[in-house]
């Protein structure tokens, strides 16, 4: 490791340091009183749902009660970012907290056509895996996708159960992957294959309530609920006819303004479904409940005011919903403007739980927990994204913005130009330079995208994924 990346480290590991003390030590003052106090952790993911797909981001085309209901009793995050433009990466920078740059399987979302060479390395520590040392239970329902059986899955990555799909998109009623008699279901318990029916995302609603309802007094739990919704194929909960008819659940001849509001409608009712069961059993009061998205919306998504859409850099493919509710500790009805990303959440839940991160791997988020309850104002970021090896590469720092896009370069102060359509680059060349070099300074700290990413074959497999500290930070 070069000296320059070594400082760096050293940097990063003492900013997640001082951000996380502050809660930490405010909130707990020792392992008993962490262990008394320690808040069961709701984390419901949503996929390709855009900015402005719920009520309380604007949309009036259909109604989401349950969500917009859930905002109004905590924060709302204007200014919520997602690790990347697409899935799979930025679900390797939620679970690890850090850059998904540093592990080969997070470089370009290569999941879903790697032929099951790359994952989350099982030994890397992960949210789950942190919070179970704990004291916590442990489950995911739904959306996995970050590398496949045998070498890769939830239960391997620090999750005591799992009910869902280990790939990227499944039909909403055969839960199948593909379209034809050989395709097989796309659906687990743990890692069994099995078979069920029912709408996916009112089954994976219904399996999160009932874990709930399961619970022990007494022993905190940390659930993520990943659904796929409303990620293609468009299929709301009555178009069952529709998943009979489709010769490829990646339809681009399919879905319609109308069918994309029903699948956010069903969404929202699931969603509503497990916050009630949170209700019946008496622990809402001291249950953080995190609602986001993996990545922009997509095609019949609305993401006004931005521009572009998910697999784009434009504030439409990486700016996500972000809601908050801690009704013990924060304080209802509040919209904030502090910029956060994915990867916040691993230091930010782990503080609220009285416990901190691997010190050797210090997270590239930081904890947003004093900013949530009040005790700091908005904190400045700095957050850089590159895609499709470097043909779109993004930094944003303050209130500007760096965006390069193939050879074309743009300077956006997103301040007053929301929908990047204002190119400053020419009137700030000085500017521009500097966070050029800047984000050139941070891609050198990252895994290089070299040409056998993608490379295929059985014998690739567990070298592709060997990694250290060391390795993953040079």
């Not at 320690?38 to 419901?44: D, G």
């Not at 109004?72 to 919520?80: D, K, S, Y």
């Not at 930094?395 to 913005?401: C, F, V």
């Not at 521009?432 to 050139?440: G, K, N, V």
Request: charged fraction near 20%; aromatic fraction near 10%; glycine fraction near 12%.
């Amino acid at each position: 490791m070069s000296t320059i990346n070594r400082k760096r480290r050293a940097v990063v590991g003492g900013l997640s340091t001082l951000a996380l003390a502050p809660a930490a030590a405010l909130a707990f003052a020792g392992k008993g009183a962490a262990q008394a106090r320690q808040p069961n952790i709701l984390f419901i993911l949503a996929d390709d749902l855009g900015w402005g797909d719920l009520g309380v981001y604007g949309q009036v085309e259909y109604r989401t009660p349950h969500l917009d209901k859930l905002a109004g009793q905590g924060v709302r995050l204007a200014q919520a970012y997602s690790n990347s433009a697409v899935c799979s990466a930025t679900r390797f920078g939620l679970i690890t907290g850090r850059y998904q740059y540093r592990l080969r399987g997070g470089l370009e979302e290569p999941i879903a056509g790697s032929g099951g060479n790359h994952g989350l390395p099982p030994g890397h520590p992960t949210l789950p895996s942190l919070l179970k040392q704990a004291g916590y239970s442990t489950a995911l329902f739904g959306k996995w996708h970050l590398g496949y059986l045998p070498d890769y899955g939830p239960l391997k990555s620090g999750y005591d159960s799992f009910f869902g799909n280990y790939g990227g998109a499944i039909d909403y009623f055969t839960h199948k992957p593909g379209v034809g008699p050989n395709v097989k279901e796309d659906l687990f318990e743990g890692e069994v294959p099995v078979s069920q029916a029912g709408y996916y995302t009112d089954l994976l609603g219904a399996r999160a309530a009932q874990f709930i309802g399961k619970q022990q007094r007494g022993k905190p739990f940390f659930l993520s609920l990943h659904y796929t919704a409303p990620h293609w194929p468009w299929e709301g909960p009555k178009d069952e006819a529709v998943s009979r008819e489709v010769e490829n659940i990646f339809h681009y001849d399919g879905g319609s303004l109308e069918t994309y509001g029903r699948m956010v409608e069903a969404l929202d009712a699931s969603v509503g479904r497990v916050l009630a069961a949170l209700e019946r059993r008496g622990l809402a009061e001291n249950t953080i409940v995190i609602f986001t998205s993996d990545n922009g919306g997509e095609r019949f998504s609305r993401t006004w005011p931005f521009s572009g859409q998910k697999t784009e850099l434009l504030e439409g493919g990486i700016r996500v919903p972000g809601l908050v509710r801690w009704p013990s500790r924060i304080k209802p009805g509040q919209v904030s403007q502090q910029v956060a990303i994915s990867m916040d959440w691993l230091p930010t839940l782990l503080a609220a739980a009285g416990t901190a991160p691997d010190p050797a791997y210090p997270p590239d988020g930081v904890n947003l927990l004093p900013v949530l309850l009040g005790e700091q104002g908005v904190q400045p970021r700095t957050l850089y994204w590159r895609y499709k090896s470097n043909a779109q590469r993004a930094l944003r720092e303050g209130d500007w913005k760096y965006l390069k896009i193939r050879s074309q370069e743009f300077l956006f102060n997103l301040a007053s130009d929301q929908r990047e359509r204002a190119n400053l680059a020419q009137r700030e060349p000085e500017r521009l330079a500097r966070l050029r070099a800047q984000w050139e300074s941070w891609n050198a700290g990252m895994l290089p995208i070299t040409g056998d990413v993608r490379t295929h074959g059985v014998g690739g497999r567990v070298q592709a994924d060997k990694y250290s500290p060391e390795a993953n930070d040079s």
